[in-house]
Nanobody, 128 residues
């Protein structure tokens, strides 16, 4: 049974930082592209960041470029991280981890079109 469990959310002041983690189990982690999405109240879920199975390719939403960094640990742990710096109130949302098998080259397309697995989410609240 595949499980994705997010952690690391919380309340932070604008300008602060948080690091989210997603622990994956029940899948061949190194074969899966991983992504982070978020959903604010009353809004649709939106893409935040993605990383290919190897970690060699990443992609970010324009709204977080230069502030957020996605990374993964294929060697020691089945974890994917989202380092969030210079947080803004508009970053407030529930953040979800997603996983899908893909090649090195179509990881973003696969995640955006139909991620196979989703976590339950972790809440991030940024106060002004």
């Amino acid at each position: 049974q595949v499980q994705l469990v997010e952690s690391g959310g919380g309340l932070v002041q604008a300008g602060g930082s948080l690091r989210l983690s997603c622990a994956a189990s029940g899948l061949t982690f190194s074969s899966y592209a991983m992504g982070w999405f978020r959903q604010a109240p009353g809004k649709e879920r939106e893409f935040v960041a993605a990383i290919s199975w190897s970690g060699g390719s990443t992609s970010y939403a324009d709204s977080v470029k230069g502030r957020f960094t996605i990374s993964r640990d294929n060697a020691e742990n089945t974890l994917v991280y989202l380092q969030m710096n210079s947080l803004k109130p508009e970053d407030t949302a529930s953040y979800y981890c997603a996983a899908t098998p893909s090649s090195e080259y179509n990881f973003l397309t696969r995640l955006l079109s139909s991620a196979d697995y989703w976590g339950q989410g972790t809440q991030v609240t940024v106060s002004s």
